[in-house]
């Protein structure tokens, strides 16, 4: 006697799990990839024997690399929070808050320096990565200066002129090039921020 055979519903629950795993899968051997060679150097060959399925497979679940790039920033960035503007921001006054932010942020380059040095390297040559990374990156950055720009005096600098230095300060290069330099990340949240503030001249409180 055979068995009754499965409604379908739990058929179809059973294949979208089954689909959502293989999603998965590429997903996170598209991050590991990412992380290690770059998103340059990242075949669909390698990340399909990554994942241990077929190029055909990693095409049906990502049919562009906007797809696939779409994908693996969300799911970096779930794993990997970005520091908080918004607990810089509560800081009154802006050269403790600029340190403080500088420093938190330049402790986070730190630790995902390997992937976001390859994402932000590869993102100049890789048009579909741009298209994902630019408006992502850009808003993080413009948020971030947006926290530390305000209570600076208006009688001392320009808005668009401390914007753009904040902006040069918190920027992931400026960090490498200090850090390159030897310095270790406490040191050169310091520079960086009186290079700021050494531009400003604040008035007596």
Not at 148 to 167: K, Y
Request: charged share 25%; with cysteine; net charge negative.
């Amino acid at each position: 006697m055979t068995s009754p055979q499965a409604p379908r519903p739990y058929r179809k629950q059973k294949r979208a799990r089954s689909e959502e795993e293989t999603r998965r899968r590429i997903t996170q051997a598209a991050v590991e990839l990412h992380g290690t060679v770059g998103p340059a150097n990242t075949t669909v060959t390698d990340l399909a024997r990554l994942a241990g399925v077929s190029r055909m497979t990693v095409y049906n679940h990502f049919p562009t690399e906007v797809d696939l790039f779409t994908a693996c920033s969300t799911h970096w960035a779930t794993e990997n929070p970005f520091p908080d503007p918004s607990q810089w921001a509560a800081v009154q006054e802006p050269p403790e808050r600029l340190v403080r932010a500088l420093r938190e942020l330049y402790d986070w380059y730190a630790l995902k320096q390997q992937m976001l040095g390859n994402v932000l390297r590869d993102v100049p040559i890789v048009p579909a990565l741009a298209e994902v990374m630019d408006p992502l990156w850009s808003t993080y950055m413009d948020g971030i200066v947006h926290a530390l720009a305000h209570d600076w005096s208006p009688r001392d600098v320009r808005a668009e002129e401390l914007r753009g230095m904040l902006r040069v300060a918190v920027d992931f290069h400026t960090w490498q090039i200090l850090t390159g330099s030897g310095l270790d990340d406490d040191t050169a949240a310091e520079q960086a921020a009186l290079m700021v503030t050494g531009a400003v001249r604040l008035p007596s409180r």
